[in-house]
């Protein structure tokens, strides 16, 4: 489940999932780690579906604007028909250093809900795994508007740090100097493999 909605009143209004780093669409880049899930659903706009691989769901919460918990629920009623105890990752789409070898670190955790933390401690809402029937349950009767903690006052997390190489996964895009620094570290990285700190860049939430 990738979320792709949002306002992006900090990005001038644009589409930001379609914004580049190192001249790929964050949605894209999202889109390869995720590719070996068996069932994809995309909650956002309709200039999205350009980007969509086959297969792939396309919805959005409605009314739109309602937040990341309305776009979870609207998310898992395209996954309606999953069965409950599946696994299924809840990812923003303005995630560029999100890698397979991130969303293996989730899916190897046996839990409920599985999330990064990072250096402070700070769980990472929305670069996560959920057990679908947990998530379901999660869910308040009225999503619109209601915030990420409400999904986890009746559930375990488990929380797992970043060992990985590379950038933190769970970096995400919301300014114009954000998006900057991600283009800086995405070309140090390109030219320096293995040369960035994990760490380096710890998102705030």
């Known amino acids: 489940m990738v979320l792709a909605g949002g306002a992006a009143r900090r990005m001038g209004g644009v589409a930001k999932p379609l914004l580049p780093v190192g001249g790929v669409p964050m949605l894209r880049r999202v889109l390869a780690a995720v590719a070996e899930a068996s069932a994809l659903v995309v909650v956002g706009p309709p200039e999205l579906a350009a980007e969509l691989p086959t297969g792939a769901v396309l919805t959005r919460e409605d009314p739109p604007g309602g937040g990341p918990v309305a776009a979870v629920a609207a998310g898992?009623?395209?996954?309606?028909?999953?069965?409950?105890?599946?696994?299924?990752?809840?990812?923003?789409?303005?995630?560029?250093?999100?890698?397979?070898?991130?969303?293996?670190?989730?899916?190897?955790?046996?839990?409920?809900?599985?999330?990064?933390?990072?250096?402070?401690?700070r769980r990472q809402h929305l670069c996560a795994a959920w057990r679908l029937g947990a998530?379901?349950?999660?869910?308040?009767?009225?999503?619109?508007?209601?915030?990420?903690?409400?999904?986890?006052?009746?559930?375990?997390?488990?929380?797992?740090?970043?060992?990985?190489?590379?950038?933190?996964?769970?970096?995400?895009?919301?300014?114009?100097?954000?998006?900057?620094?991600?283009?800086?570290?995405?070309?140090?990285?390109?030219?320096?493999?293995?040369?960035?700190r994990p760490d380096h860049l710890d998102a705030p939430s």
């Open 135 to 196: 998530l379901r349950a999660a869910l308040p009767a009225q999503p619109h508007g209601a915030p990420m903690r409400v999904l986890l006052a009746q559930v375990d997390v488990a929380e797992v740090p970043w060992a990985g190489t590379g950038p933190a996964p769970w970096y995400d895009c919301d300014t114009p100097d954000e998006l900057r620094q991600a283009e800086a570290v995405d070309e140090r990285a390109g030219s320096v493999r293995g040369q960035v």
């Open 76 to 121: 898992a009623a395209a996954l309606a028909e999953a069965d409950g105890t599946g696994r299924v990752l809840v990812v923003a789409a303005d995630l560029p250093f999100l890698t397979r070898d991130a969303v293996a670190a989730l899916l190897a955790v046996d839990a409920d809900v599985v999330m990064f933390t990072d250096a402070d401690g």
